[in-house]
């Protein structure tokens, strides 16, 4: 079973305007989360993380939100860019172990 | 020079054939990881490595081994390749339970 989830493959989203990229888990065990970007021939790298003791972590134009209570963080990019478009991958850890969830591809329309 | 590399970088190989990936690292992390990523399944954990001494099957471990042969280095070998490992194959490292460090990706079809 697929312990992180991402239920959208794709958005569009105007350049200037906010992407919301969205992430569910199902395991309580899990106390800390990070999102990476991945663009096409290269590996995924790292974005932003969250630690569980947290709501809340911005960074520039990138922010993550965690939910606990509802098991689900978001990445809000504003203002989405040409550049940004790639495909951002959420990803969730225990003591040892990193799960990814299977991806959104975003694209950022000029 | 990149921090992760990952040789080779594509590899087409037959059935029942002896493969291995290898990966290097200079970041210096204790830390290694192998992945595998297919389409709408995203990443997948292989093997995982704390230290020399450590190693650790991650969720997908059937059909492969891993060797640590030094801090640096991570190798992935597959015994006996067979179709559904055509993937693409990464290796990441980290410091601790920080972010990881990925590799440029290997990938691999097994015809």
């Known amino acids: 079973d697929q312990q992180v989830k991402q239920n959208s493959p794709s958005l569009s989203v105007q350049e200037g305007r906010i992407s919301i990229l969205n992430c569910d888990y199902t395991?309580?065990?899990?106390?800390?989360f990070l999102w990476y970007k991945k663009y096409p021939a290269e590996g995924p790298t790292f974005l932003i993380s969250?630690?569980?003791?947290?709501d809340k972590n911005e960074d520039g134009r990138f922010t993550v939100f965690l939910n606990k209570s509802a098991k689900h963080l978001s990445l809000h990019i504003v203002p989405s860019q040409p550049g940004d478009s790639a495909v951002y991958f959420c990803?969730?850890?225990?003591?040892?172990?990193?799960?990814f969830g299977t991806g959104t591809s975003l694209t950022v329309i000029p | 020079d990149a921090d992760v590399t990952q040789t080779p970088r594509n590899r087409i190989t037959k059935t029942g054939k002896r493969i291995m990936l290898e990966c290097s690292q200079t970041?210096?992390?204790?830390?290694m990881y192998w992945y595998r990523q297919d389409p709408g399944l995203g990443l997948r954990l292989i093997y995982y490595?704390?230290?020399?001494?450590?190693?650790n099957k991650g969720e997908i471990s059937d059909g492969y081994s891993v060797s640590r042969q030094a801090q640096a280095k991570f190798s992935l070998s597959l015994e006996s390749a067979i179709p559904n490992q055509t993937a693409l194959y990464f290796c990441?490292?980290?410091?601790?339970?920080?972010?990881?460090?990925f590799g440029p990706g290997t990938r691999l079809t097994v015809t």
């Open positions: 970041k210096g992390h204790d830390r």
């Open positions: 969250i630690s569980s003791i947290k």
């Open positions: 395991n309580s065990m899990f106390d800390y």
């Open positions: 490595s704390f230290d020399v001494k450590d190693i």
């Open positions: 990441a490292t980290s410091d601790h339970r920080a972010a990881q460090y």
């Open positions: 990803a969730a850890s225990d003591r040892n172990q990193f799960y």
